[in-house]
């Protein structure tokens, strides 16, 4: 289960901005469900057939200077608590924020559990950007809608906080100012940052190490990260230039707690230069230092180990006896893993973490043969045609007429020159 702690910089900066002189009314309004900082009923799996334990709707929910109220749609407004503890709001109808009179609504964040996510802003004067989770704005009063999604499976707005700036109103809507942001030579001193802050990062030959549903993985010469939210980038692309980001991380469990970067309300790819990079370096792992936080979203490479699949999952695992999952989340193809149960491979690929476990996202598979000692390259889609040595080395799309003497391996099959 994923928890994102989205905390926007902006929600630590405005409390602070209140002692500022040029933002002295801005005030901020924590809806904190995960914590349930406002003491609502909540319901758990125990009361499923209790249909209005944890409803909101109806009520008057106050915060600082604004009001939250809640009427149900298709599905209700409810607190709930999952087995494993997660507590959140459940949204299957609209929700409406308003302001004291002279106030007004500049900015709402969102902390979403899950990508869970789908309101709509029917009133108000401001625009929502749904894939970030903000809406900004100048509004006495905004209503989220969740009926578009609330009629189809499991597409309740699960909200884990909210997060409501107000000013007074007929001010200009706040936005942050450089200054407002921690300056990041490289990763490493991103990773370094609190949780909530928003930096202004500068990649220097920053290469994507794979992208998914779930983000994009960045590494550069001082270490690794994943934007937990979208950027247009492709595999083996190189990044430099500034972006900006908040400092995240995903609370899988208390023992896996996993560094990460959101998406900040000013993040775009303007600053950033792009260029499609040759297939990237991976860093030689012992598999059995694998397993650590500090080895995420790092492109890696192990060697001589043993594919296994127990139940339905593939699966490599430490001298420990811990398991490391296999899993082609990032769908470059080009190998068979059930072809390659119960033998000895290299793998190279993104160190993540998936379903609760450790995890690496392969982008190539070698089948290690010890009779021959010739590996069977299974490569990225992205290779076919390409013509490797025996001992795995990549040469390119070459004549093969041009080749010294020896053996060879094309689109997965040996050949000899002569």
Not at 209 to 230: H, P
Not at 243 to 264: C, G, K, M, S, W
Request: hydrophobic share 40%; glycine share 6%.
């Amino acid at each position: 289960m994923k928890i994102s702690t989205k905390l926007s910089a902006l929600a630590l900066l405005a409390g602070a901005m209140m002692s500022m002189n040029a933002h002295a009314e801005t005030q901020e309004n924590l809806y904190d469900f995960a914590n349930n900082n406002l003491n609502l009923e909540v319901a758990t799996p125990a009361d499923w057939e209790n249909p209005t334990l944890g409803v909101i709707s109806g009520l008057e929910i106050r915060q600082g200077d604004v009001v939250l109220t809640a009427i149900d749609g298709a599905k209700v407004n409810r607190m709930w608590r999952t087995n494993a503890g997660v507590q959140y709001l459940q949204v299957g109808g609209k929700i409406t924020i308003t302001a004291d009179e002279g106030r007004a609504i500049t900015m709402v964040n969102f902390d979403v559990q899950n990508y869970k996510f789908f309101l709509e802003a029917q009133e108000g004067n401001g625009a929502l950007d749904a894939d970030n989770y903000v809406w900004t704005g100048n509004s006495t009063s905004i209503t989220f809608d969740n009926e578009n999604a609330a009629n189809e499976y499991n597409t309740q707005s699960l909200l884990l906080s909210m997060t409501v700036y107000t000013d007074d109103a007929n001010e200009n809507t706040y936005s942050p100012t450089e200054s407002e942001y921690a300056e990041c030579a490289n990763i490493d001193e991103f990773l370094a940052l609190e949780v909530g802050t928003a930096a202004k990062l500068t990649l220097t030959n920053a290469q994507v190490n794979g992208t998914y549903w779930g983000g994009t993985f960045l590494e550069d010469a001082s270490g690794a990260v994943q934007v937990t939210a979208s950027i247009n980038v492709n595999r083996n692309d190189v990044l430099n230039g500034v972006i900006y980001l908040v400092r995240a991380q995903d609370d899988f469990d208390p023992d896996h707690i996993i560094p990460t970067a959101e998406n900040d309300v000013k993040t775009s790819l303007d600053e950033v230069t792009i260029t499609s990079g040759n297939d990237l370096v991976p860093t030689l792992m012992n598999i059995d230092d694998l397993p650590n936080a500090a080895n995420m979203s790092k492109l890696v490479k192990v060697e001589n180990v043993t594919v296994t699949k127990p139940s339905r999952f593939f699966f490599i695992t430490t001298s420990q006896g811990e398991n490391i999952q296999l899993v082609d989340q990032m769908n470059v193809g080009g190998y068979d893993l059930d072809a390659l149960v119960d033998k000895n491979v290299t793998v190279v690929g993104v160190f993540t973490w998936n379903m609760m476990r450790w995890a690496i996202f392969p982008t190539s598979v070698v089948e290690e043969d010890a009779n021959t000692a010739v590996k069977t390259i299974m490569a990225d889609q992205d290779a076919d045609g390409d013509v490797f040595t025996i001992t795995g080395i990549n040469l390119g799309k070459v004549d093969i007429n041009t080749l010294p003497a020896g053996f060879y391996i094309k689109n997965g099959k040996k050949f000899m020159t002569r």
